[in-house]
């Protein structure tokens, strides 16, 4: 979805009309991203993506079929057996996607998610599915609009720090959240070849990374977009080393990893100790770094460090989906 922020702003800004189309339930179509939405203009041209662009033809009908009056149209759509592999899908599902005229969804919800800011989206359905009211809920709200139940749930997705959407039934009706925390940045303090590739990782996880040897830059990364930092460090200097991960811990970012044998993270400790931090705060330090994957490589280490991210910021302990129960993408 943020990668239509720039484009709905713009259709805004020149009065040209449009539709959101994003799905309210979905079942099937395998992995794929859980913010994934389309806009679709008047002359039926599509922005963004769903479903690897098989229903696209098919919404932007729907979206110019839209009744006059309606803020909201809700349609089925599905695909199995040999569209599957046509599509180039992982495998077949089905779906109800929401179409909304654009000028019904909050300009305020387009400008947090070009900012990457933490969002949420919430939209009401009346009964009969072809009015939608869209209110923007975000942490700093003190009194936010919408209904009780559905805030709170949004505001635990932005705490989860993972985007998704959630239908549910609520005291007002079907009510859809859209949760958009701001995207993960990882500031990682030392270079070389690890770091690297922990920005490679990054980017294929659609992630942003910065690299830097400086103790006062990556202290000033950190605290610029507090909500969005995840800190790596690298680099066994102490004079880099112990001012960002006192920076870190005090300013209370998501993450906290650092690279090093235990004989480095014990000293790192008493060090931080010796600033004034106590041991809860100190304990916060994921150090040695990284999940137990085995990894040897600096390949592999990267991969290690960013699931150990992926699984920080979710707020879950790592696991083995098959010794779980449940939908394996809650």
């Not at 300013?251 to 004989?263: C, E, F, H, K």
Request: proline share 5%; charged share 25%.
């Amino acid at each position: 979805m943020r990668e239509l922020a720039d484009t709905a702003r713009r259709w805004a800004a020149q009065g040209r009309t449009g539709v959101l189309a994003r799905p309210i339930t979905e079942q099937g179509f395998g992995p794929r991203h859980p913010a994934d939405a389309l806009l679709v203009d008047a002359d039926g041209n599509c922005h963004g993506t769903l479903y690897r662009g098989v229903f696209d033809e098919h919404l932007a009908a729907e979206a110019a079929a839209l009744t006059a009056g309606h803020t909201a149209r809700v349609r089925e759509v599905s695909v199995h057996d040999d569209e599957v592999e046509r599509a180039g899908l992982t495998c077949g599902g089905q779906a109800e996607i929401l179409l909304q005229p654009l000028d019904t969804v909050p300009a305020h919800w387009w400008d947090l998610l070009a900012e990457g800011a933490d969002a949420a989206l919430i939209t009401r359905l009346d009964e009969t599915q072809t009015q939608a009211v869209s209110t923007v809920v975000t942490p700093d709200d003190t009194v936010p609009e919408g209904p009780v139940q559905a805030v709170e749930q949004a505001r635990e997705l932005l705490v989860r720090r993972r985007a998704g959407r959630d239908a549910r039934f609520t005291d007002a009706g079907l009510v859809l959240i859209e949760s958009f925390p701001a995207v993960p940045h990882l500031v990682i303090a030392g270079a070389g070849e690890l770091a690297e590739l922990l920005v490679a990782q990054a980017h294929l996880l659609g992630w942003q990374a910065s690299v830097t040897a400086a103790a006062e830059v990556a202290v000033g990364l950190l605290t610029e977009r507090p909500a969005a930092a995840c800190l790596i460090v690298l680099s066994h200097e102490r004079d880099v080393d112990i001012p960002v991960l006192h920076a870190a811990l005090t300013t209370g970012i998501a993450y906290v990893g650092a690279l090093g044998s235990r004989r480095t993270q014990t000293r790192r400790a008493e060090a931080l100790a010796r600033a004034g931090l106590d041991e809860e705060r100190i304990a916060r330090v994921h150090g040695p770094i990284g999940l137990d994957l085995g990894a040897r490589t600096p390949a592999e280490t990267a991969l290690a460090v960013c699931a150990e991210v992926l699984a920080a910021l979710d707020g879950r302990p790592a696991r083995v989906l098959r010794e779980g129960t449940g939908p394996i993408n809650a």
